[in-house]
């Protein structure tokens, strides 16, 4: 993936990223991915974001009782994201691997990478897993841009 999308999952996510103060990770595939990879990190967050909500309603509306109660849920929340550790292309399918998932984050993971083995990995329209040398997921404009390239 190219350094601005890259960059741009780091800013988006630093939660699921920064390990030590550092981005430890880079992401081997194509730029097609990037709406999956970025909507599957933005699903991974969901209950830490909802939590934090819940906070800024409780503290715009002065509710005592409830921020608590909701700065608790944040910190419950924050703890239990995952840490994202690979991500990368593997037989033209997507791979996400994870440390501390749940089984509902699970589920989010394999629903992404099924989406990705049928997104074109390059440009992101529909695609198909093709062989022929290498195993990738290409449209058939970028397959056909491949096959030129290669004559």
């Not at 709406?35 to 934090?52: K, S, V």
Request: glycine fraction near 6%.
């Amino acid at each position: 993936m190219n350094e601005d999308l890259t960059e741009q999952l780091y800013c988006n996510h630093p939660e699921l990223f920064i390990r030590n103060g550092a981005y430890p990770i880079s992401f081997d595939c194509g730029d097609g991915w990037f709406n999956i990879i970025n909507q599957l990190c933005y699903a991974l967050c969901e209950d830490r974001t909802q939590a934090a909500r819940q906070l800024k309603y409780a503290i715009e509306t002065k509710s005592t009782s409830r921020i608590a109660e909701y700065t608790n849920a944040v910190r419950v929340a924050t703890e239990q994201l995952p840490s994202i550790i690979q991500i990368k292309e593997k037989f033209g399918e997507l791979r996400v691997y994870v440390v501390g998932e749940s089984e509902s984050m699970s589920h989010k993971i394999n629903f992404a990478e099924r989406m990705a083995s049928c997104t074109c990995e390059l440009c992101g329209s529909p695609g198909r897993i093709r062989s022929g040398g290498w195993i990738q997921c290409r449209c058939d404009k970028c397959q056909e841009t491949a096959s030129i390239s290669m004559r």
